[in-house]
């Protein structure tokens, strides 16, 4: 069974650019979730979708947004990059609705830098 | 607010040595508590998860502890190998559980062990 794949896996945008990030679920997963990693704040939550439908949302501005599609790709969108933005972006899948006692399966994260 | 600690951001050990990695959170009433490796430029991956009402859980060399009333949880790796070296993040829900639980991740352990 292939795993979660994230593409693409590096990207390097300037300040004010909008960016899309993607993510394939394992074949029958239908949740997803995006976290941001940086060294300074570690993984934070960004959101969770499930069946195209956003479950939960951590707490980031605005400019963050996602959604799924109907085969549970899920792709997520930074508008008006900004330094702080650099960061890997992971991806995570689970079989049912992500809970705390659910296994999440992570994908291997989109390097993005901001210049 | 809440908040969870992994006790070191570095741990260097001898091979065959015993690893305990320590993660302490506040403000929290997790049921559940998992703790992933993250090797460098890769996703996290699971590897175990204990509940509230478990004092211990075992998987080969790995081993969690978890206690309620201190607030921690321990993660020892026996005999241990140089091939254990990564990163460890324990990951906890935000006390909400059910439905609307999310993950919430300590900054992680970077265990580093010598042949």
């Known amino acids: 069974k292939a795993g979660v794949t994230q593409t693409p896996r590096y990207l390097i945008k300037t300040r004010g650019q909008q960016v899309t990030l993607s993510c394939s679920p394992i074949s029958g997963h239908r949740s997803v979730s995006w976290y941001q990693q940086t060294p300074g704040q570690g993984l934070q939550f960004l959101f969770e979708y499930f069946s195209e439908t956003q479950r939960n949302k951590g707490n980031f501005p605005g400019r963050f947004s996602g959604r799924q599609f109907s085969n549970s790709r899920s792709e997520m969108n930074v508008s008006t990059l900004e330094l702080g933005d650099s960061a890997l972006y992971l991806c995570?899948?689970?079989?049912?609705?992500?809970?705390?006692?659910?296994?999440?399966?992570f994908g291997p994260g989109t390097r993005l830098t901001v210049l | 607010s809440q908040k969870i600690e992994q006790n070191s951001e570095a741990l260097n050990i001898q091979e065959g040595k015993t690893a305990t990695l320590t993660c302490n959170y506040t403000?929290?009433?997790?049921?559940?508590l998992q703790w992933y490796r993250q090797d460098p430029g890769r996703g996290p991956v699971f590897l175990l998860l204990?509940?509230?009402?478990?004092k211990e859980k075992r998987k080969e060399r790995l081993k969690v502890t978890f206690d309620t009333t201190l607030k921690q949880s321990l993660f020892h790796i026996t005999a241990s190998q140089p091939a254990d070296s990564a990163t460890y993040l324990c990951a906890l829900d935000d006390g909400y559980g059910g439905s609307q639980g999310n993950l919430i991740f300590g900054k992680g352990t970077k265990l580093s062990v010598k042949p």
């Open positions: 403000n929290y009433s997790p049921a559940y």
């Open positions: 204990i509940r509230e009402n478990e």
């Open positions: 995570a899948s689970s079989s049912e609705p992500s809970e705390a006692y659910n296994e999440q399966f």
